[in-house]
């Protein structure tokens, strides 16, 4: 029997780097919602003890490297699960935009697996075991809003975003979140104001959420590519409330509250960029 789950994309509403650690990580704080554009995760059952992983993306490797193999190895390995099993994923989450696709497909495995071999781990345990696999995908377990601490994956669950439309504008570039974390300089960064954007989740004030949002890693990532920067620039010129780069980009989030200005604004964007979406938080609470 197949077995399917959704993979939803998150957005950074803020990110900061503390400051570099002694084992070599940045320590940071990142507040994250998950959104309503998804991968598709299908588990087949497999006979044997054999793991197959298979997207349908040229940039996502079918083997080993995939972040949904090393989940099946490391849920099967923590319950001593002698079985197989495929692995098909629809990507429609842009690869290596910021977005957290493949740690996302990686959660959606861990939960698939868990109700298909009816181990009963809640999802605290799968978190702990997601740590492992990469810094976003304990958050991508519980897929609402919170805030990431120490390299990502401690989370504390927030109160959601206020009701509004996320533009994510991806430009035709993939970035790898190593090379730009290789280039910080803890020093000349500019910190967001995490605090007041937590507080403005809490009174579900948008005005406030908007001039808030930040991401440190922005001068970074517009110092390696401009072109990231000249469309957090024609986003603010487009009239979005709030901007902000997600992760550490190409992706750039605008936030409004009406539909029908997201739209005028999304019909600006193409032809600029190479592609847009308006999604919505999924975190309803
Ligand atoms: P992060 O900010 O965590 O780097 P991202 O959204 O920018 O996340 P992803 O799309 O998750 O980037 O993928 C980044 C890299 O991981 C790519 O080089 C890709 O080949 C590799 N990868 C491994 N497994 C997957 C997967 N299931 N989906 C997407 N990319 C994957």
Avoid at 84 to 109: C, H
Avoid at 171 to 177: A, F, L
Wanted: charged content about 25%; proline content about 5%; overall charge neutral.
């Amino acid at each position: 029997m197949v077995l399917y789950e959704r993979a939803p994309a998150k957005v950074n509403l803020s990110l900061d780097v503390l400051g570099k650690r002694d084992d070599g990580f940045h320590e940071v704080e990142m507040i994250m919602t998950a959104v309503d554009l998804a991968d598709r995760v299908e588990l087949y059952p497999l006979d044997g003890n054999r793991i197959e992983v298979s997207a349908d993306n040229q940039y996502v490797p079918n083997d080993e490297r995939n972040l949904a193999y090393k989940a099946a190895v490391a849920f099967k390995n923590k319950y001593r699960i002698n079985k197989g099993v495929r692995i098909e994923i629809e990507k429609n989450i842009p690869v290596s935009a910021g977005l957290g696709g493949g740690s996302s497909d990686a959660a959606a495995v861990m939960r698939g697996l868990n109700r298909m071999w009816s181990v009963g781990a809640s999802l605290d345990e799968l978190a702990n075991i997601g740590a492992g696999i990469g810094s976003d995908v304990p958050f991508c377990i519980y897929s609402n809003t919170a805030l990431g601490t120490g390299h990502g994956e401690k989370v504390h669950r927030l109160a959601p975003p206020p009701p509004c439309y996320i533009i994510l504008a991806k430009p035709d570039i993939g970035i790898t979140t190593r090379v730009i974390f290789q280039n910080v300089n803890t020093a000349d960064l500019t910190h967001p104001k995490t605090e007041q954007v937590i507080q403005a989740m809490e009174e579900k004030n948008f005005e406030k959420l908007c001039s808030n949002i930040g991401n440190a890693l922005e001068s970074v990532t517009f110092s390696l590519y401009p072109e990231v920067q000249r469309l957090k620039e024609k986003m603010i010129q487009a009239g979005t409330t709030g901007v902000l780069m997600s992760g550490s980009g190409p992706t750039v989030v605008g936030l409004v509250e009406h539909l029908s200005k997201a739209k005028r604004i999304y019909n600006g964007l193409r032809g600029f960029c190479d592609e847009v979406y308006i999604v919505q938080s999924i975190d309803r609470r």
